[in-house]
């Protein structure tokens, strides 16, 4: 008998489709008639091989990467990018501008000071990290061998709806939590990298797509396992990647596709994330809260508080009971935050609303 699954809003490691499981359950003991599964199989192989170029291909299409980028993948996760980026930046310039819109981007500023002369150009901290600082007031330097920002910031929900034009300056992205999850334009960015636990399927690989032109300024401190140009010459197979990690992207990749691809997906994410801000904003006394700046709201991660910080607790609980899981929001904010990834559905989306306004008429 089939197993219920509960509706699951983890913010990463997080929901992966029913079907793609089921697919990896399937193609477990005999991986495409190798007679061994994935997990067993040598990564020098001719079948992982073309397995790695197949995946690369697909997400050359999926998200409309021009050929001038090369796609990376890494081990990691995203936070070893944190000190990457700047060793392979930093090599002739030492001089790097970094937005701070929240936990992430603030881990990635005070990793980069190791390796240069870092500029916080914009901080949104004294507004609690509710907020993308104004662009007017950025303090940019023309000179900057790249330019900073986290695309999501996961923790707290704050999202990049704009991307401000000022110079040539590259602009390098953490895409870690919204990648996938939006129409993007490669071309805007010199460097995007994500870790795969969020839209890509499980941890332990960092993608990093990657503009040629700049893969020639590193610092020669630069461990060759995190130097781009050489990762890249060698087709992410300088050390052993993670196999299934690649695997399963391969897998999220083709669900993606039959789901309509990104411009389809979005529509959903928005229409997912309206509707939970919208019970949101209209439950009576500000039973839920979130502070965040309506223009700057996340369409991935809805973080709210109770009004009644006492019910969070029964909440949490209850939601459980109903299915809904991993709601618990992060330790700093304290409340809820529902992840509302790629996977998970409109349906799931629709039960928690439910349950929301059901909670509020009983307390
Ligand atoms: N950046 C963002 C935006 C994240 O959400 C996370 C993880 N939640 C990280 C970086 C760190 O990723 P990892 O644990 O894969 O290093």
Not at 15 to 40: D, F, K, M, T, Y
Not at 76 to 85: D, K, M, N, T, Y
Not at 122 to 146: H, Q, R
Not at 213 to 221: C, E, G, P, S
Request: charged fraction near 20%.
């Amino acid at each position: 008998m089939k197993m219920s699954r509960p509706y699951n809003f983890a913010a990463g490691p997080a929901a992966i489709p029913e079907i793609v499981l089921e697919r990896c359950q399937q193609e477990l003991l005999n991986w495409q008639n190798s007679g061994v599964s994935i997990l067993e199989l040598g990564h020098r192989t001719e079948a992982f091989e073309k397995l790695l170029f197949q995946v690369e291909a697909k997400l050359r299409v999926a998200v409309s990467i021009p050929e001038n980028y090369k796609i990376i993948f890494l081990p990691g996760g995203a936070r070893l990018q944190f000190a990457s980026i700047p060793m392979n930046f930093l090599g002739n310039n030492r001089q790097a501008d970094y937005i701070v819109t929240g936990h992430w981007s603030e881990v990635a500023f005070s990793e980069a000071q190791k390796y240069g002369d870092i500029n916080l150009a914009a901080s949104s901290k004294d507004d609690g990290y509710f907020s993308i600082p104004e662009v007017n007031n950025w303090k940019v330097n023309a000179k900057a061998a790249y330019r900073y920002i986290c695309s999501n910031e996961t923790l707290v929900g704050v999202q990049f709806h704009q991307l401000p034009q000022f110079d040539n300056v590259p602009l390098v992205a953490d895409m870690t939590s919204d990648f996938l999850s939006r129409s993007i334009d490669v071309n805007q960015y010199g460097l995007i990298f994500a870790s795969t636990q969020k839209n890509m399927g499980t941890t332990g690989l960092c993608l990093v797509i990657v503009r040629e032109d700049l893969l020639n300024q590193r610092q020669v401190i630069t461990p060759t396992v995190v130097n781009f140009a050489e990762q890249a010459k060698q087709h992410s197979l300088y050390n052993t990647p993670n196999v299934f990690a690649v695997y399963l992207l391969g897998l999220m990749l083709d669900w993606l596709s039959e789901q309509g691809g990104i411009a389809a997906i979005e529509q959903i994410n928005q229409r997912k994330a309206n509707k939970l801000y919208y019970l949101i904003d209209d439950s009576n006394d500000h039973f839920y809260i979130n502070r965040v700046a309506k223009n700057d709201r996340s369409i991935m991660n809805v973080s709210f508080n109770l009004a009644h910080e006492n019910l969070s607790e029964k909440f949490l609980n209850e939601a459980k009971q109903q299915g809904l899981i991993n709601l618990k929001g992060h330790s700093v904010t304290g409340g809820a935050r529902a992840s509302l990834y790629n996977p998970v559905s409109e349906a799931a989306l629709d039960t928690l609303v439910n349950f929301m306004k059901e909670f509020e008429k009983n307390n």
